[in-house]
């Protein structure tokens, strides 16, 4: 079952993706060559706790970290830990919030220092993806009609999307039904009700789609070791327009400098 929020309910949501977005802004000034993966734990947790907040990824499944960073081949759980962030790589964080009761969960992509143009063409490729994919979010539309959207542009661009990984509903828990995968034919599954909140996230390759879990049990890399990009809203089904909640996570550079 895929569950519909009241009003109170999504009020809450709001609350939790306005802290996640916070918590985003504020790592933003740090995200640069030279600081470790550990630090911007440490940093995204302090800010999510000032808050009243509790970060979704801590202990979920056994993983060990407030949030996932992963750098170029990483596709996705990458764990913080003493490596030092580069230029001319691309870095992923994903980070949840739990606040008032709900989840909220988001994922971006920043290039450090110059990238090369296809490292720049596959984030952009990514976000634009996601972005296309979010305009699918309408009530009346088919589950499948998001995945569709995404597969299509992400291909178009000479890119893969990860099967193995999918989007989810979000709220009460972390990961909610539906499975939202980034692939797949149109007008498929349920259709799509106001009060639907979703995590949309595309995971796309440069090269191969194929993945592989490394010996520490969580971070997933591409299997060719070419980069990847990852991009992620929490969205709301309305009886218009689908209503980003953590748009606000977006107001960065395009690449991050030292």
């Known amino acids: 079952?895929?569950?519909?929020?009241?009003?109170?309910?999504?009020?809450?949501?709001?609350?939790?993706?306005?802290?996640?977005t916070k918590t985003f802004q504020y790592l933003r000034s740090y995200i640069r060559p030279g600081i470790t993966t550990i630090k911007l734990d440490q940093l995204a947790e302090e800010m999510i706790r000032s808050e009243g907040g509790i970060p979704s990824f801590l202990g979920y499944h056994g993983y060990p970290s407030s949030i996932c960073v992963s750098i170029d081949q990483e596709v996705v759980h990458g764990i913080p830990g003493d490596r030092a962030l580069q230029e001319g790589t691309i870095v992923s964080i994903d980070i949840g919030v739990f606040l008032n009761g709900f989840h909220s969960d988001a994922a971006m992509s920043y290039g450090l220092g110059p990238?090369?143009?296809?490292?720049?063409?596959?984030m952009n490729s990514t976000k634009t993806a996601l972005h296309r994919g979010i305009k699918k979010c309408r009530t009346g539309n088919r589950l499948s009609d998001i995945s569709h959207c995404i597969q299509s542009h992400v291909e178009s661009q000479g890119f893969q999307v990860v099967r193995e990984l999918v989007g989810h509903g979000i709220g009460r828990e972390l990961h909610e039904e539906p499975q939202i995968p980034n692939f797949g034919s149109p007008h498929r599954g349920p259709?799509?009700?106001?009060?639907?909140?979703?995590?949309?996230?595309?995971?796309?390759?440069?090269?191969?789609?194929d993945v592989s879990i490394l010996e520490d049990g969580w971070t997933v890399q591409t299997k060719d070791g070419l980069p990847s990009a990852h991009f992620e809203h929490t969205v709301l089904i309305t009886d218009g327009k689908p209503e980003i909640l953590t748009i606000g996570i977006e107001n960065e550079p395009e690449e991050m400098h030292g």
């Open 1 to 20: 079952m895929i569950s519909i929020k009241n009003k109170e309910e999504i009020k809450n949501m709001r609350l939790a993706a306005g802290l996640l």
């Open 115 to 122: 990238l090369d143009p296809e490292r720049r063409k596959l």
């Open 191 to 209: 259709k799509l009700k106001p009060g639907m909140t979703f995590a949309i996230e595309p995971m796309v390759n440069m090269g191969t789609p």
